[in-house]
Nanobody, 121 residues
Framework: VQLQACGGGLVQAGGSLRLSCAASGRTFSDYNMGWFRQAPGKDREFVACISSSGGTTVYTASVKGRFTISGDNTKNTVYLQMNSLKPEDTAVYYC???????????????WGQGTQVTVSS
């Protein structure tokens, strides 16, 4: 599976961005998808994931109520809608794919390249 993420950018605090991750190479609906992020000087952390059926989503506590993960099987794409952004959300965001255990434990089988999100105060 090849993953291509895009949609990052510079936004003021309180603003919104939508990240997209297009998958190719295998049937998109076979995989659970996730978003991770890595801020400067910090370890990469889990942000959100969605099950292959789209019926289950999980979020890290710091983004609950602000971020929404969703998928479109017709476009082989997963999205991360980010609202009410804060400076501490600044990071490189990565999309990833794998089985449920892999994704929810931070060890997905497939990684996309990162997209930079910068939130100014």
């Amino acid at each position: 599976v090849q993953l291509q993420a895009c949609g990052g950018g510079l936004v003021q605090a309180g603003g919104s961005l939508r990240l997209s991750c297009a998958a190719s190479g295998r049937t998109f609906s076979d995989y659970n998808m996730g978003w991770f992020r890595q801020a400067p000087g910090k370890d990469r952390e889990f942000v959100a994931c969605i099950s292959s059926s789209g019926g289950t989503t999980v979020y890290t506590a710091s983004v609950k109520g602000r971020f929404t993960i969703s998928g479109d099987n017709t476009k082989n794409t997963v999205y991360l809608q980010m609202n009410s952004l804060k400076p501490e959300d600044t990071a490189v965001y990565y999309c990833a794919a794998g089985n449920w255990v892999e994704v929810t434990t931070g060890r997905p089988h497939y990684w996309g390249q990162g997209t930079q999100v910068t939130v100014s105060s």
